[in-house]
């Protein structure tokens, strides 16, 4: 075994372990409640925003456990339910969460079905059609995406 490899499955071991206690990144979790993404979530952890137990925390790195509250703005934050859509992809539509050039998205075809913040898992040319999933579930997706889960996607239909 490799050095990378013996420290990459010895980092896997300790998140397995901290998973195991019941605790997540307060990024993860301001993240899984909806508010917005892991990096953005950074941001509003260090400007101060954010507390715990009613203590305010802006260190990077804090985790929480499903007794904690956590306060943002105002509200108590709540892991968000979720969602799994599958949506046939028309044509001249992108697989994208936001475009600067103000083509068509994915999105607007599904931004009036919930509260939940949802975004693709995997993507699908501009001129393609078919099966997209889109999801608030970050933990499948990357199951889903990531290389090393080895899962195998099938394309099929005419191609020119």
Do not use: W
């Not at 137990?53 to 790195?61: I, L």
């Not at 599958?86 to 600067?100: Q, R, S, V, W």
């Not at 001129?127 to 080895?150: F, M, Q, R, V, W």
């Amino acid at each position: 075994m490799k050095a990378y490899e013996r420290k990459s499955a010895l980092e896997k071991q300790k998140q397995e372990q901290r998973e195991d206690d019941g605790t997540v990144r307060l990024n993860r979790y301001i993240s899984n409640a909806g508010i917005c993404s892991r990096r953005e979530a950074d941001v509003i952890i260090k400007s101060g925003a954010v507390s715990v137990n009613g203590k305010v925390v802006t260190e990077m790195g804090f985790r929480v456990g499903p007794d904690d509250t956590v306060n943002y703005g105002g509200e108590t934050l709540r892991k968000e339910k979720p969602v799994y859509m599958l949506l046939n992809k028309p044509k001249d539509y992108i697989t994208t969460t936001d475009d600067p050039k103000e083509r068509r998205t994915v999105m607007a075809l599904v931004n009036h079905t919930g509260p939940e913040r949802l975004y693709p898992v995997g993507r699908l040319d501009r001129n393609t059609t078919g099966l997209l999933l889109l999801t608030n579930d970050g933990e499948l997706a990357k199951k889903l995406t990531h290389p090393s889960s080895k899962i195998k996607k099938i394309y099929s239909g005419k191609f020119r």
